[in-house]
């Protein structure tokens, strides 16, 4: 069992900057694939970026691509997601999720509750 609490969403004017953090409770996190995923209004949620259990290997949509960062401390049971030069069309909630790597075919079983990120034009 896995429990994720993301944090650090907000507004920010486009060409900002934000840093999301997903703190993870369970014994089973430095194993897991840790994902990012999206949900904009009237939009289905979208795979936004994810990491392997070591940090070694990382997927990103096209959409996000030398944007954003995805990180994460095993030590410190969280994974980060750093957005740069953001966009109106990143507005959305963001959610962290915990899974069976499979790279980009990661099947996720464990979902946060999410954080609003805004972005102004």
């Known amino acids: 069992q896995v429990q994720l609490v993301e944090s650090g969403g907000g507004l920010v004017q486009a060409g900002g900057s934000l840093r999301l953090s997903c703190a993870a409770s369970g014994r089973t996190f430095s194993s897991s694939v840790m994902g990012w995923f999206r949900q904009a209004p009237g939009k289905e949620r979208e795979f936004v970026a994810a990491?392997?259990?070591?940090?070694?290997?990382?997927y990103y949509a096209d959409s996000v691509k030398g944007r954003f960062t995805i990180s994460r401390d095993n030590a410190k049971n969280t994974v980060y997601l750093q957005m740069n030069s953001l966009k109106p069309e990143d507005t959305a909630v963001y959610y962290c999720a915990a899974g069976r790597d499979g790279g980009y075919g990661s099947i996720y079983d464990y979902w946060g509750q999410g954080t609003q990120v805004t972005v102004s034009s």
């Open positions: 990491i392997n259990w070591s940090g070694g290997n990382t």
